[in-house]
């Protein structure tokens, strides 16, 4: 089989300073070898100097809503019809992967995109970043005889309904089970979920080979949706110490989303900004440095699609937005974006750039953990491979 040979790379491996000078050889979807310095090219080899530039792994948005069409400049209803959504939601997912996001996580889906749209990925019948499903988002009814119908969520009383209702969006396609369990961070009503009707769903998810997600924020629900065994936590708005104590001793991944509320605290005037509150990103600024110091496994991702200020395709925005606005070092954004983002994948092997990895990789012309915002141009994103394949742009 003839290999990929890439030389003179400055590489960003997901985990360490950039090193110069360094060969990378792939075979077939794996990385056979990374080596400081020259390497022999055997006689069929493809050899591609890299000149210096950037060979970096493919990076990850936790928190992707590919069926999310109601922002940007080509947007649809969210009363679309289902045919049209799932279009919409393919072309999302290849915007992703020509930024250079190899896979996405889903954060909430309508019908069945989510799933049906991984399986036609999957099999190789369309191309885009790898998806791994959502279900749609499971929201608690404010009652006992409100209707569970009429809209794009699920809604749920108690946990019986609440583990049936898992139970049937894994039978759909979902590897990860959305819950609303509380309100904050763009949602201005929701009941809160009960402790019990956490662990129902959570339960019922875990024995069918599934994670959950929850929306939440409050020191007291997160806590909660930590000790129910929720694995995802989405905004984490008013995290304290103890927060980070339970996260850190669980493991779970935290996606803070800080785009959205960065752009809403800018300009009011945006769509989408009169949903946040311009005190919840402003603590976040400060608590989100002390939890990633402590080792957090934090993971970018938001609400892409939702509103106007937030279209698909400004992913790398947020990465910037994390660097200027809240004071994270770019290596360590560029690690939550790779290396934990390839671990929440839930795919192993995923996110890093060593012997034995899957070969998801971007060419980037200059060094984006010198400059993030380099990662917001399309023109610096020369070539993405996933899976070992080139499968956007071309090589230099």
């Known amino acids: 089989m003839s290999r990929l040979v890439f030389r003179n790379t400055l590489l960003l491996d997901g985990l360490h300073p950039g090193q110069s000078e360094t060969s990378v050889v792939v075979e077939g979807e794996r990385i056979c070898s990374v080596t400081r310095g020259h390497i022999d090219a055997h ?12 060979l970096m792994p493919g990076m990850v948005s936790g928190h992707f809503h590919a069926a999310y069409s109601m922002g940007g400049a080509n947007k649809i209803a969210m009363s679309a019809s289902a045919t049209q959504q799932a279009l919409w939601a393919l072309g999302n997912v290849q915007t992703a992967l020509r930024a250079g996001y190899t896979s996405v996580v889903g954060a ?12 036609a990925l999957d099999a190789g019948v369309v191309t885009g970043a790898r998806l791994i499903p959502s279900s749609r988002a499971l929201s608690p009814k404010t009652g006992p005889d409100e209707s569970g119908e009429g809209s794009p969520w699920v809604k749920c009383w108690g946990p019986d309904e609440f583990r049936n209702a898992a139970i049937s969006e894994i039978s759909r396609g979902a590897r990860i089970v959305k819950l609303f369990a509380a309100e904050g961070h763009a949602m201005r009503s929701c009941r809160e979920m009960t402790f019990e009707e956490l662990k129902a769903a959570t339960d019922a998810a875990h024995e069918h080979g599934a994670r959950t997600r929850a929306h939440v924020c409050g020191r007291d629900p997160i806590l909660k949706c930590i000790r129910a065994g929720v694995d995802i936590i989405d905004h984490g708005d008013w995290m304290d110490d103890e927060c980070v104590d339970a996260l850190l001793r669980h493991g779970n991944f935290v996606l803070p989303s800080m785009y959205s509320p960065f752009l809403a605290a800018k300009d009011p005037n945006l769509d989408g900004s009169g949903f946040h509150d311009k005190g919840d990103f402003e603590y976040m600024q400060q608590e989100v440095p002390i939890a990633n110091a402590r080792g957090v ?10 509103f106007d200020m ?17 004071g994270i070092s770019a290596l360590d954004v560029i690690r939550w974006a790779t290396a934990h983002g390839g671990e929440m994948t839930g795919i192993k092997d995923l996110g890093t750039l060593e012997a034995g990895k899957i070969a998801d990789m971007v060419i980037v012309d200059g060094d984006p953990s010198a400059d993030i915002h380099i990662l917001s141009k399309p023109e610096r994103i020369l070539a993405v491979f996933k899976g070992g394949a080139l499968v956007s742009g071309a090589l230099p």
Do not use: M, Q, W
Request: net charge negative; hydrophobic share 35%; with cysteine.
């Open 310 to 326: 937030l279209p698909h395709g400004a992913y790398s925005g947020e990465l910037a937005c994390y660097v200027d606005a809240v």
């Open 43 to 54: 006689p069929n080899d493809t050899v591609i100097d890299l000149k210096g530039k950037t």
């Open 297 to 306: 496994k934090f993971v970018p991702g938001d609400d892409y699609g939702f």
């Open 108 to 119: 909430g889906t309508f019908h069945d995109i989510d799933g049906r749209l991984a399986e």
